[in-house]
């Protein structure tokens, strides 16, 4: 028997260390050639590293959340043979294969590709998960769509077991929780009286979202403009759309029409659809519209790219964004997927609240974000209507954009949205 040695590998592009985000096996373990060992993130990318060979792990070179040295060892493998530890011989490094990929400086965090769960013994019943005996004040992981599910399903997540990255609780568990039956929830236990403390070290995508959040905020000289638009026009162009074409060309949700009129507006104020490299001090200008549009997933907000956004029509760029939207949240999207925007359209949809302040995208310029829709009272032309408004919340860089200049781009996205014809008058 012998030793197979595993160095972090050379991930390229001058990175010199990365951080070991996750492991996929215990000392202990057998492995096989081509399985996943662990998930190392660098400032652009989670990577797998996979095995090179079959045998035993016997030693694991870090712990998840530590930053280790290209080259550094990550793992040893017993084998059969001689391995690689003869005297004299180098270890190879394997090689890095991307998971799921985050484009620096990007402000939303991308997550990376969770391993696929292994399969149930062939002939015997999945194990239903053991109830969890959480303190009262323990704060699961959960996304708010769990959240929300388990809220309109009446369970108190502390007792739901956990079986994502860290703990965190999904769908599936939910799911698994309610198929159990006779889990009476403790009396009393909502009011139970709690001392406990937790300390959660801040490792892998969280890490990665407060450098590039702390990154944006120091580098950008942030400022933020915000209208409210009338879009009980838009509302009922979209309605008329989905009841004529939703059957052969789908159903419109209100992005896409936004996504358009960010493309037009963006004709006559092309100095914000722009990159800003502030080390070389250079303005990139394009004439494309590539547009970041954020996506919601149980792992974090992922932010794919519609590419050339202008030659797209309205269900073109539906049929886009659903599509990246559920490439991100499968944790399937490229390299090329998930990089290159040119501006930002940030959404939180009926949770969207009255006025945000959205965090650049660097090195975009320009964040446009979309708060709900509400209907309230308005005064036309004296008289008092009902309207269904929205605001728009946004930010620039300063550095580059005026604040003139932004006043005025959202002033004409407000107007292509108060008269929709106009988004098509070419």
Do not use: C
């Not at 008092?384 to 580059?400: E, G, P, Q, T, Y």
């Amino acid at each position: 028997m012998g030793i197979h040695v595993i160095k972090m590998p050379d991930i390229g592009e001058g990175i010199a260390e990365v951080e070991l985000s996750q492991w996929h096996v215990q000392v202990g373990d057998l492995v096989v050639e081509d399985q996943v060992l662990a998930d190392v993130m660098t400032d652009k990318a989670m990577v797998d590293i996979p095995s090179p060979v079959h045998g035993k792990v016997i030693a694991l070179g870090g712990v998840p959340g530590e930053v280790m040295a290209v080259g550094s060892v990550l793992i040893s493998i017993e084998v059969e043979g001689v391995g690689n530890l003869r005297e004299g011989a180098a270890a190879p490094t394997p090689k890095a294969v991307p998971a799921a990929v985050v484009e620096k400086p990007l402000v939303e965090p991308v997550a990376a590709s969770k391993p696929a769960a292994k399969p149930a013994p062939t002939g015997a019943a999945a194990p239903r998960p053991a109830p969890v005996a959480r303190t009262a004040d323990e704060r699961p992981l959960a996304s708010p769509a769990v959240r929300k599910q388990a809220w309109d399903a009446g369970i108190e997540l502390r007792f739901v077991h956990g079986s994502g990255p860290a703990g965190r609780i999904l769908h599936e568990d939910l799911d698994a929780y309610l198929a159990q039956s006779g889990q009476p929830l403790p009396v009393g236990a909502s009011y139970a009286k709690r001392t406990d403390e937790q300390q959660i070290p801040v490792i892998g995508l969280r890490r990665k979202i407060a450098q590039r959040m702390q990154d944006a905020k120091r580098r950008a000289a942030h400022f933020s403009y915000v209208e409210e638009v009338d879009v009980t026009a838009l509302e009922e162009l979209r309605v008329h759309l989905n009841h004529k074409y939703g059957d052969s060309r789908g159903k419109l949700t209100l992005l896409p029409f936004l996504v358009r009129a960010l493309v037009v507006a963006l004709r006559d104020f092309p100095q914000i659809n722009v990159r800003y490299d502030d080390d070389a001090q250079v303005i990139t200008r394009y004439g494309a519209v590539h547009v970041g549009v954020a996506a919601q997933t149980d792992g974090g907000l992922m932010v794919p790219v519609v590419r050339h956004a202008e030659s797209l029509n309205l269900w073109g760029a539906a049929a886009e964004i659903n599509r990246l939207a559920q490439a991100a949240r499968s944790g399937k999207a490229s390299r090329e997927e998930m990089s290159g925007s040119t501006i930002t359209l940030t959404s939180l949809g009926a949770l969207g609240g009255i006025v945000s302040t959205p965090v650049l995208n660097l090195p975009e310029v320009a964040i446009v974000g979309v708060n709900r829709i509400v209907e309230r009272p308005v005064v036309i032309k004296g008289q008092i209507v009902i309207r269904k408004m929205m605001n728009l919340s946004s930010s620039f860089d300063h550095r580059v954009v005026d604040g003139m200049d932004a006043a005025q781009f959202i002033q004409a996205i407000r107007g292509l949205l108060e008269q929709p014809a106009s988004l098509f008058v070419e």
